[in-house]
């Protein structure tokens, strides 16, 4: 089971950017997958969930009406898409399987990230 991160870059305040996730392995599609940051100095935060079916979505309320999650019905792969990027939103943003209110569990562990930097 993996789950690889990335789109992340650098962009300035108020842009967008569009992050992904690709899952790898067996799909546990009784979860979601929770998308986390961690900026510099700071704890690992929760940011936005969606069901695996993209049916449900979790945003915290820093990111609410900016952040979109969704599944790619597709694909294995789940987006953040990023809009009116503000300068605390820089972090390296990661992605795990999670329930809709951001627990984790014992299917995956934390992977390499993506950097985003949003510069004011």
């Known amino acids: 089971v993996q789950l690889v991160e990335s789109g992340g870059g650098s962009v300035q305040a108020g842009g967008s950017l569009r992050l992904s996730c690709a899952a790898s392995?067996?799909?546990?599609?009784?979860?979601?997958i929770g998308w986390f940051r961690q900026a510099p100095g700071k704890e690992r935060e929760y940011v936005a969930a969606v069901s695996w079916s993209g049916d449900s979505t979790y945003y915290v309320d820093s990111v609410k009406g900016r952040f979109i999650a969704s599944r790619d019905n597709a694909k294995t792969t789940v987006y953040l898409q990023m809009n009116n990027l503000r300068p605390e939103d820089t972090a390296v943003y990661y992605c795990r399987y999670s329930t809709l209110s951001g627990r984790l569990t014992d299917i995956d562990s934390w992977g390499q990230g993506t950097q985003v930097t949003v510069s004011s």
């Open positions: 392995g067996r799909i546990y599609s009784a979860y979601g």
